[in-house]
């Protein structure tokens, strides 16, 4: 299974800004397209922004559009998602995964936004 490590999530007022990080140690990743996803208490994931793995291609939910910008190093098994002019309603635990044929999920990390 390839395990993926999310971090950077934190604490932020209003328009502030964070940037999430999702490693793995898959000797292909550079192979796997990746996502980030927010939950909300025990709701459905709800996808914010994804990045294939060819050609880079960046695609995001409405809500964040303009707002967030997802990349990818492939040279450092990394994808991150920075995160500006935060807004109350991104709050959520934000999980990145992994997809090639198969979906897998890492942890999450909190992310909390106060007006």
């Known amino acids: 299974d390839v395990q993926l490590q999310a971090s950077g999530g934190g604490s932020v007022q209003a328009g502030g800004s964070l940037k999430l990080s999702c490693s793995s140690s898959?000797?292909?990743?550079?192979?796997?397209?990746i996502g980030w996803f927010r939950q909300i208490s025990r709701k459905e994931r709800v996808a914010v922004s994804c990045?294939?793995?060819?050609?880079?291609?960046?695609d995001y939910a409405d809500a964040v559009k303009g707002r967030f910008t997802i990349s990818r190093d492939d040279g450092r098994n990394t994808v991150y998602l920075q995160m500006n002019s935060l807004k109350p309603e991104d709050t959520g635990v934000y999980y990145c995964?992994?997809?090639?044929?198969?979906?897998?999920w890492g942890q999450g990390t909190q992310v909390t936004v106060s007006s």
């Open positions: 995964n992994a997809q090639f044929g198969s979906t897998y």
């Open positions: 990045i294939s793995h060819n050609d880079r291609r960046a």
């Open positions: 898959e000797p292909s990743f550079d192979d796997y397209a």
